[in-house]
Antibody, heavy 122, light 105 residues
Framework: EVQLVESGGGLVQPGRSLRLSCAGS????????MTWIRQAPGKGLEWVGF??????????EYPASVKGRFIISRDDSKSIAYLEMRSLQSEDTAVYYC?????????????WGRGTLVTVSS | SYELAQPLSVSVALGQTARIPCGGD??????VHWYQQKPGQAPLLVIY???YRPSGIPERFSASNSGNTATLTISRAQAGDEADYYC????????FGGGTKLTVL
């Protein structure tokens, strides 16, 4: 079955760190850019960052809202992508989705995980 | 930074045609993608590259993109089409519209 499964969410105190994982199966994981997208409670979708395929150097990009605090990495041998989040703030409370890019270079997400909830609170 | 504007809500009578706009500066020069999100579920790709439908998405879903507006069209609207709909582009960064809640009356 083609799927993405996120894990690692939970309750975390402000200022602390958390690492999310995204396990892919049923497709050639290493052939796709992997992107994290979040959704705060009752809000819209927000891009958190992506990591390109190894053939493109595995480069990553982030929006200003998380740059310097969030790091995405990947282990293609295990078909897993990671989202390392540091200095977490209440504004980071959201469901975090892992997504797979469709056709390379076309910038759409044709497979989404079910998401994992991160709650930042003391 | 690039921005996409969507109305907060759109209503459509059962069996009629719903049109959900997505506005952006010269959006017609970009590749626009659309997602459907039902309560408690992850988003689902319904249109990619302006007007392509993924496998399994009904032909009732179509889209266009020209000038400063992209539009998702849902023909013969059904109760099951009630959802939030998001447009998205990828230029220098990934950008989503704010989302439109579709209500089928």
């Amino acid at each position: 079955e083609v799927q993405l499964v996120e894990s690692g969410g939970g309750l975390v105190q402000p200022g602390r760190s958390l690492r999310l994982s995204c396990a892919g199966s049923g497709f050639s994981f290493g052939d796709h850019t992997m992107t994290w997208i979040r959704q705060a409670p009752g809000k819209g979708l927000e891009w958190v960052g992506f990591i390109r395929r190894a053939v493109y150097g595995g480069a990553s990009e982030y929006p200003a809202s998380v740059k310097g605090r969030f790091i995405i990495s990947r282990d293609d041998s295990k078909s897993i992508a990671y989202l390392e989040m540091r200095s977490l703030q209440s504004e980071d409370t959201a469901v975090y989705y892992c997504t797979k890019e469709g056709q390379p270079g076309h910038g759409y997400f044709d497979l989404w995980g079910r998401g994992t909830l991160v709650t930042v609170s003391s | 930074s690039y921005e996409l504007a969507q109305p907060l809500s759109v209503s459509v009578a059962l069996g009629q045609t719903a049109r959900i706009p997505c506005g952006g500066d010269n959006i017609g020069s970009k590749s626009v993608h659309w997602y459907q999100q039902k309560p408690g579920q992850a988003p689902l790709l319904v249109i990619y590259r302006n007007d392509y439908r993924p496998s399994g998405i009904p032909e009732r879903f179509s889209a266009s993109n020209s000038g400063n507006t992209a539009t998702l069209t849902i023909s013969r609207a059904q109760a099951g089409d009630e959802a939030d709909y998001y447009c998205q582009v990828w230029g220098t960064s990934v950008v989503f519209g704010g989302g439109t809640k579709l209500t089928v009356l």
